[in-house]
């Protein structure tokens, strides 16, 4: 999304000066134990099929920062607004993959993929998407300070959905190194998909 500097290792970084964590005392990271950060997670992706707020409202931070995949930034309580739950006639199972967690005192970051799957009126979709969040220790548990999530590719194996919904899709879609086409979505039967290479 972003190709300035590393965006997750600014992103890191800044979330921990923010939280006057300083990760340079903390030595080398520990990495022998996920297990919380695995569990806690996919409880936490669970919750969205019924829009359940309560393990969101007590896992993240009052003051973090979420970024989603569409680039839209939010506070905790915006964030929790927008958990509403499956509309009618959709279903969906999420399960959490190649999670890592490292941990640097107070501080930890957990990179994980997000593979979803979604039945939206008959259709099957299938994403998967990349996040990383930042932690602190809070107390006695941990609490998310940041989220940031975007897409694992840019192709159309990233999100693959029947005729209705790519009867909707417009703009380029990738083909590959400096190969670009523009997606035309003549009929929800019909899909053109026309090459130029640069």
């Known amino acids: 999304m972003r190709k300035v500097g590393n965006p997750g290792v600014i992103f890191f970084f800044a979330a921990v000066a923010a939280a006057g964590m300083v990760p340079a005392h903390a030595g080398t990271p520990d990495t022998t134990d996920s ?7 996919q409880a936490l992706y669970d919750a969205l099929v019924p829009g359940d707020k309560a393990i969101w409202r007590r896992t993240l931070s009052n003051d973090c920062i979420i970024s989603d995949e569409d680039g839209h930034v939010y506070d905790k309580a915006g964030f929790l ?4 739950g499956l509309p009618k006639g959709f279903t969906g199972l999420i399960k959490i993959r190649h999670l890592t967690a ?3 005192g107070n501080a930890a970051v957990v ?16 994403t998967i998407y ?3 969040d930042t932690y602190r220790q809070e107390g ?3 609490r998310m300070l940041a989220a940031q999530s975007h897409g694992r590719t840019s192709g159309p194996e990233a999100g693959r959905g029947g005729r209705k919904w790519l009867a909707r ?3 380029q879609l990738p083909l590959g190194p400096r190969a670009w086409a523009p997606l035309s979505c003549l009929l929800a039967e019909r899909i053109a998909v026309l090459g130029e290479r640069h």
């Open 81 to 84: 607004d927008t958990l509403s």
């Open 130 to 132: 990349v996040e990383t």
């Open 102 to 104: 490292r941990v640097f």
């Open 111 to 126: 990179h994980y993929w997000i593979d979803e799957h979604e039945d939206a009126l008959g259709d099957k979709l299938h």
């Open 35 to 41: 297990s919380w950060f695995l569990t806690r997670t």
């Open 140 to 142: 006695d548990t941990w």
């Open 169 to 171: 899709l417009g703009g």
